[in-house]
Every structure is written in C-alpha cells, then in structure tokens.
C-alpha cells in the first residue's frame, strides 16, 4: 500500500509522451473570479494555461497575471530545497540548505519545546495565497488545533465587509453574477472591476452595449471609472455618509417599495429616521462631492429597474467600513430590487456555499481539548509580536508558521511587524515559493508546491460554482504540497492520529456533502449550486428570522480626516489609499519580471493641484511619510487622483522598493468598526521631494 507521505502525487496524474494533455484546474488566488482552467501539459511540463472556454463566467478569458502562471511556477528563483537561516536577522539573509529530514527535525524538536512551556506560543499565520480547502487549512488546521497553538483571526482583506453582510442578511450572500448582464443600473462601487474583477466586467459590459447606464464610486478614477458612464469620486472613508444621503433622497421622494420594507426588513423606522438627518448639502460636504451628484445618482437610483450594485472590498478598509458595507447592501430593500434576478447586490456570494461545506470534517476542531486557545488577530500582527507575556495578552510568541502568506509585505504599519520578525527568540518558519520579504527573516524556508503541483478544491466568492484542480506536474524540486509538510510535520512531533495519514484526494472528497458529487466535479471540472435566480424576491435572508436587519447601522468616520482628525491634517493633509497595482494580486506576482516589468516601479498618484502646491513635478522621487513611517516612491501626476488623497498602488515586496520599504510603511493597526479588519485606507500623510543624495546623507 502506497503511504499518505509518497502520495502526494496523484496516480491519475498526466504522464505525456509528446502528446498535449489537457488538465482542469481552479485559479488559487484571492479573486472573485476563481477561474476554470485548462493547463495544456507536455512531456511533463506545463506549455500553456488557459481559461475554461466551457465554464460560464470563466468563458475562456483570463488575467494577464494568471494567463502567466506557468512563469511563476518555472520562476528560476522558485525555492525548491529547504533553507535553514545561516546569519543574524539584523543582516542580509544568508540561508544554506539542509534535508527535509534534518527540517523537520529541527522544527519539530523547537515546537516540542515551546508547547511544552505553552502551545499558545505557537501562532499559526496564513491567508489566501491559495484559496483552496485542501492546500489552505485542511491539514494544516488538523496539525494546529492537535498542538493547541493560538488561533488566528484571519481579518487583513474582508471581514468587515463579512461581519456585515452577516448582521444585515445573515451570511454573506447577493445576486447571482451572470444577471448583472441584464440590469439597466449599475453601480461599480469600490471596485476597479476591469483589474480585479474581470469577469464580472464582461457581464457588465454587456448590460452597458444593452442599454444599462454604470456608475463608477470611488475615490480613484480607475481604468473601471474610465469606461463607466459617470465617477463619483467620494473622499475615503465617507462611503456610508452617501449611501444616507441616497436613502434621505429615496425617502423624501418617495422612490420607495413599500410593501418589500413592511413584508422583508426589520429596524426600517429606525434607519428612516437616520437617513432624513443626511439631507444632499451634507451628504456632498461630507462626501467631498457635489450636491447635484447626490441628487442625480440617487434619482437614477430610485427610478431604474432592474437596478445593482457590485460593492467591493476596497471601500470597507476603513474605520467605519462594516457600517458602511451595511447601509450600502440595504439599499436595494428600499426600492425593492431584489424582486428580480437583475436586482439587488453582490459583495460575496461565499455564505451560498456554507450548507454544502464540511469544514469540520477538513479542520478536525475535536482534536484540540482543553480550554479553547486564544484568538490572535492576523492585522495587528505588528503589535503582537512586540508583546510580553502577560495575564491578559497571554504568553509572547515564541513560533510563527507561516504559509499562504507574506505578512511583512502586506500587514499594516510594517515597521513594528519588521522588527517583530527580526527578534532573535522568535522561531518562524515558512512555507513558500519563493524568497518573498517575510520568507527573508524565517529561519526555516519550506519549499511548496504550486498550483499546478498538487490537488485542490475551490468555492468563489464572485460566483457560485464549486471547481476542482487537478494535478498538472509532479512537484518540481523538492517542493511539497501544504498538505503534506503539515503531514510529516505532525509525524515528527510523534501526532499518530489516522486523520493525519489522510491523502490530498480524501480531503478533498470530504470538503462537500453529499449534493456535491466528487465524480460529477472531476469528469466536468465544476458543479453549480442549486439556487433560485432572484434569491430575495420574497424576502427569505438566511437571518434568524428571514428578514433583512436594518437597525444599528450608521455612518462611522475615519480614524484619520481632515474633518475627524483636523490637528494630524494639519501636518498630514493627504488621505492616502493604498489599491493594487493592475498586474499584481495583493503581493503575488511581485516577482514575475513580465508582469513586473508592465507595473514598472512602485507609485504614488497625485492631483496637478497638490503636486504643485508642493513644488513637486511628475516623475519626480518623493517620500511619503508620517509618524508611522516613511517609503520613497516616483511621483506620477495623474488624473486618477482627486485633489486632497494620493494613491499609493501596492502591494510591492519591500526588498524591490527604492529603500527597502513599501505602502505599508506608514499605514495603521487601527481596526474597523465591524469584523476587526485592518484600516489601510484610512491613513493621512504628507509629500516632500527626495533624492539619493539624502539618503547617502542620512
């Protein structure tokens, strides 16, 4: 019998001899899209990823970035041996490699260690560097809760939008996104759907050659705004502020359903009652917008049907972003637009596949026992790593396991989380492809499988398809799926429960129940949930009650604004938001020189009027700064900022940066009002010019 350690390649694997096989696989990352793929294998090697013609929303298309995904894998610098830390973490990095053997000794014998004092020294650390439920916490939350390590609450894209989603309609559900194609109204909001959300603009174009009129809403004026047929450019943070001033509109002109607010909500009066204190004059003023653009999108609004809204996770990164997410996603039961397929909004739709996941059966929660571990949140990482033990923190982190991530890149005011990772008593490991910032400060380097190397299962959050990913290539190198380090892992540290012996394909056949037919999603490579086409006509929300909740919900201001915060504008008077580059996927990709090579270097935007007001010109080297920190950038004077807020695009590894430094440099911990999340976009600072000559000088 073939053991769960030498099977990680699957036997069904394609075994060419020059003809091309064709292999279903599942875009990984953390997109709405989850792409259908189709990897053209040869002799071995993958030649060609393409987007599943077939599958409906994939239709063949896919983003530049993933359409090169095959020169991520066979990336020259890809890791693939385990490296063990040679110098100080104060130095340069210097890394000599080792056999897994003597890794996993070596690991397991420091995490023995530690849990011995306290298994809640041990801190897991990961995110969505592959969106799968076998490579991201299937095995490894079985290893995690059998040790007792710390918890993490994994807040640093969307759990302020999720937290409120759940308390408005009970889970994190919308609109089905084929029927956007049929709407006469769109709002695009907090969304540059043409870089980040691809396929639901296809969708959206086709509404717009139909008829349908879309409306941009964002500070930003993105390559989305650019071919909408209007852009409302808000200050950060004031999202909410408009959404008031739509419903005062929509009340005082009663562009209302009624019936639909009697039958399906609760807490209307309440709301009622806070909208009409938001008439249009200041809504604008606290908007940074005119009081006609209130006016006229809430006249549109309130007169369309069918009329959606496809909200996005940018507008909630800021202290008051739950509540505005909340007030947003109500805003289709005052005109009753969820009566139609075409109506309503779609934020998420990964509360659709809640019923038909078993992620007991993949995480095994039974194996932790005794008192539950505490819960570490993923944003304010920085902080945490700072901490003493103490009787309320707990005991300080002594490991950090990280995979799925690069949270020195990403988290948030990355000066602490640098100097976090640099102590010489934390013991981090990490799992990765490649030499990425956080991997950089580990003392042991894991080398993981792609994509392509292994087996996977994936939901969406974009649309409602379950998908499968196939096994392209046997794993280059030494490279090991997550699923199996976590295996040999558990092994080393002497875990003997069978769960561990559990191969990637009994995993996956585990993560669904019974509606879900594993044999169906291999032979076609997705299955669509069964689901009514306008979920909400008759109300039904999966609240506890079936209505939609209304009450508790208002506009919350920003940690950082010139109206909430006037004495730190005065020396900080720029709102700075932080969006991704086009090419890149949160810190993904950073390191494809082809898709590096189209960004070009990291960018700060700024108006013509700001630029000038600080004698600074385009092209020019600028650091950005606050009391946080300081990056140093080019300056890029471009329309697509408003004047009063600079857009610094991300996320660039920190090592690629003029001085070793990213956007994250001078963003905050602060957390939002609903669901913990960080508040990257809610962040004031200031320009001035800079050369090289400074920085020799200091």
């Not at 210097?94 to 897994?100: A, G, K, L």
């Amino acid at each position: 019998m073939t053991s769960a350690a030498d099977n990680f390649f699957s036997p069904s694997a394609p075994q060419t001899h020059g003809a091309i096989q064709i292999v279903k696989g599942a875009c990984p990352h953390d997109c709405p899209d989850t792409c259908a793929l189709r990897i053209s294998v040869q002799d071995g090697r993958v030649v060609k990823v393409q987007g599943a013609a077939e599958h409906p929303s994939t239709h063949g298309a896919l983003c530049t970035k993933v359409s090169r995904y095959a020169e991520r894998t066979y990336h020259a610098e890809r890791v693939l041996q385990p490296l063990k830390r040679v110098s100080a973490k104060t130095e340069p990095p210097r890394f000599e490699p080792v056999s897994w053997a003597e890794a996993l000794a070596d690991i397991a014998a420091k995490l023995g260690q530690i849990a011995a004092r306290d298994p809640q020294a041990v801190l897991p650390y990961s995110y969505a560097g592959t969106m799968g439920l076998v490579q991201g916490e299937g095995m490894a939350a079985r290893f995690f809760n059998r040790l007792g390590a710390s918890r993490l609450d994994r807040t640093i894209c969307a759990s302020a939008g999720a937290a409120a989603l759940t308390a408005t309609y009970g889970h994190k559900v919308g609109m089905h996104l084929p029927y956007f194609a049929e709407s006469q109204l769109i709002l695009i909001w907090g969304s540059n759907s043409i870089a980040s959300n691809l396929h639901f603009w296809t969708f959206a174009n086709q509404a717009k050659r139909a008829g349908a009129k879309l409306i941009c809403i964002d500070p930003r004026k993105t390559e989305t705004a650019d071919k909408c047929h209007q852009h409302i450019a808000l200050l950060p943070g004031t999202d909410g502020a408009l959404a008031l001033g739509l419903m005062h509109e929509l009340i005082t002109h009663d562009w209302l359903d009624h019936d639909y607010l009697r039958q399906h909500v609760d807490g209307w009066e309440e709301l009622r009652a806070k909208a009409l204190q938001w008439p249009p004059a200041r809504t604008a003023e606290v908007c940074g917008i005119s009081v006609d653009e209130v006016t006229q999108l809430a006249r549109d609004y309130g007169n369309t049907r069918p009329a959606a809204i496809r909200l996005n996770y940018g507008m909630q990164r800021v202290r008051g972003g739950g509540n505005a997410v909340r007030l947003i996603a109500l805003l289709p039961c005052l005109t009753g637009a969820w009566r139609t397929r075409a109506g309503g909004l779609l934020l998420s739709s990964s509360g659709w596949f809640a019923p038909f996941k078993n992620m007991a059966a993949l995480e095994r929660p039974e194996l932790a026992t005794g008192a539950t571990p505490r819960l570490l949140n993923m944003s304010t990482i920085g902080d945490d790593l700072l901490r003493e033990s103490d009787p309320v923190f707990g005991p300080k982190v002594e490991a950090l396991i990280v995979y799925n991530s690069n949270p020195v890149a990403v988290a948030p005011e990355s000066p602490k989380v640098v100097r976090g990772f640099q102590r010489a008593d934390l013991f981090t490991v990490v799992l990765e492809h490649f030499m990425t910032d956080t991997a950089d400060l580990a003392d042991y380097v894991l080398p993981a499988t792609t994509q392509l190397e292994h087996l996977d299962v994936h939901t969406s959050y974009g649309h409602t398809d379950v998908l499968i990913n196939e096994q392209a290539i046997a794993p280059l190198g030494q490279a090991k799926p997550n699923t199996q380090i976590f295996r040999e892992l558990a092994a080393a540290m002497g875990f003997t429960e069978a769960c561990f012996a559990e191969t990637d394909e009994q995993l996956a056949r585990q993560a669904f129940s019974a509606e879900i037919d594993f044999e169906a999603l291999r032979a076609q490579g997705w299955q669509s949930l069964p689901l009514a086409e306008a979920p909400f006509a008759q109300g039904g929300f999966p609240t506890a009650n079936g209505r939609a909740q209304a009450a508790g919900c208002d506009y919350v201001a920003n940690y950082e604004s010139r109206a909430s915060s006037p004495e730190l504008a005065q020396r900080y008077p720029l709102a700075m938001i932080s969006p991704p580059a086009r090419n890149f996927l949160n810190s993904s990709f950073v390191n494809v020189k082809s898709l590096r090579d189209i960004e070009g270097e990291p960018l700060v935007e700024v108006h013509a009027e700001d630029a000038a007001a600080r004698g600074l010109t385009d092209a020019s080297m600028v650091r950005v700064f606050n009391d946080r920190g300081s990056y140093v950038c080019r300056l890029r004077v471009s329309p697509r900022a408003r004047p009063g807020v600079v857009n610094g695009l991300g996320v660039w590894w920190r090592k690629l940066g003029v001085q070793g430094s990213n956007v994250n440099e001078v963003t905050h911990q602060g957390l939002t009002d609903l669901g913990a999340a960080p508040s990257f976009y809610d962040c004031l600072v200031e320009l001035q010019a800079w050369s090289p000559a400074e920085a020799s000088a200091g």
